[in-house]
């Protein structure tokens, strides 16, 4: 009778913990089309802005590695050789070894994209998928030397620093929950061998999904530039410090949070930076749910 009593308490304090978050989820979406109704131009400014910026500065640098990761899913992946040493440090197996490396020298969402792709073709297994997801995104390296360092803090060495940080950042975590789980088992690595389809068609698929996944990525980037938007005018209404517009800009997204940042003072804006890259914002983690939705991701 205790344990039933006990359940039935739990099942109506996870039910009222829902009632909770919906009655939140559902004011603040009302609070928003209320305050867009109001401020149309901050609205179409904010999605125009998004766009333009998914256009200049994530289109190009992402769309050509789209299209080549899923050929070379389609083709057979990577060789295993060139990612197969890892597979001990990581515990993960060489396919998932090569989505980190192209999720390193590419920038998300690509490693994301190419684990997904692996683990629909059987080569990562689910228990292996999320952690390899998680290790493999992190910003590109042109973005953090090219925009970060040399725009934003003037100092390519800077961008370098902040390149090797995140994927110490994302590399740490994934040894230790191999070790915890003495993942250093031999871990197989040989696949089901799927017959390849014919280069024109594969290209073809490669450049159709492509499309897809960056017509994505630019819807995520203009919504969250609106938030952006809304968060900023309210503070600017009610005279919040600029610093907590940044830490907010940077929480949701993280272009935005970057550039909003720039006028921060020297000492600052590096940790600054380093924070806001090693987080990358709710709408990378969304973007890498999205081309993961196929796949369970945890």
């Given at each position: ?104 020298i590419c920038g998300f969402p690509i490693g994301a994209v190419y684990a997904a792709k692996e683990a629909e073709r059987g080569n990562i297994e689910q228990e292996d998928f999320t952690k390899t ?75 159709r999904n492509a499309a897809g996944v960056s017509l994505n990525l630019c819807s995520f980037i203009a919504f969250f530039s609106v938030l952006l938007a809304a968060v900023k005018a309210v503070f600017i209404r009610f005279g919040i410090p600029a ?56």
């Amino acid at each position: 009778m205790t344990t039933l009593a006990g359940k039935k308490r739990a099942t109506l304090e996870s039910a009222q913990k829902w009632g909770l978050h919906r009655t939140f989820w559902i004011v603040a979406t009302l609070f928003l089309m209320f305050f867009f109704l109001r401020n149309s131009e901050i609205a179409k400014n904010a999605v125009l802005d998004g766009l333009r910026r998914a256009a200049i500065g994530v289109l190009p640098a992402v769309f050509p590695f789209l299209v080549l990761s899923d050929l070379l899913v389609s083709t057979g992946g990577l060789p295993r050789r060139m990612s197969a040493w890892l597979s001990p440090i990581f515990g993960l197996p060489a396919s998932g070894c090569s989505a980190i490396l192209l999720g390193w020298i590419c920038g998300f969402p690509i490693g994301a994209v190419y684990a997904a792709k692996e683990a629909e073709r059987g080569n990562i297994e689910q228990e292996d998928f999320t952690k390899t997801v998680a290790a493999a995104s992190i910003p590109s390296p042109a973005f953090l030397i090219g925009v970060v360092g040399n725009g934003i803090l003037q100092d390519a060495k800077a961008g370098v620093f902040l390149w090797l940080f995140c994927m110490l950042s994302a590399a740490i975590p994934c040894m230790i929950s191999g070790k915890k789980r003495k993942i250093l088992r031999k871990i197989p690595q040989k696949t089901p061998i799927l017959s390849s389809p014919p280069f024109f068609k594969a290209l073809t698929e490669a450049i159709r999904n492509a499309a897809g996944v960056s017509l994505n990525l630019c819807s995520f980037i203009a919504f969250f530039s609106v938030l952006l938007a809304a968060v900023k005018a309210v503070f600017i209404r009610f005279g919040i410090p600029a610093i907590w517009e940044f830490a907010v800009a940077a929480l949701l997204e993280l272009s935005g949070g970057i550039f909003s940042a720039s006028v921060l003072s020297r000492p600052l804006l590096l940790p600054f930076c380093a924070s806001a890259c090693g987080w990358s914002g709710f709408s990378v983690h969304f973007q890498i749910f999205s081309v993961c939705e196929k796949v369970n991701l945890k």
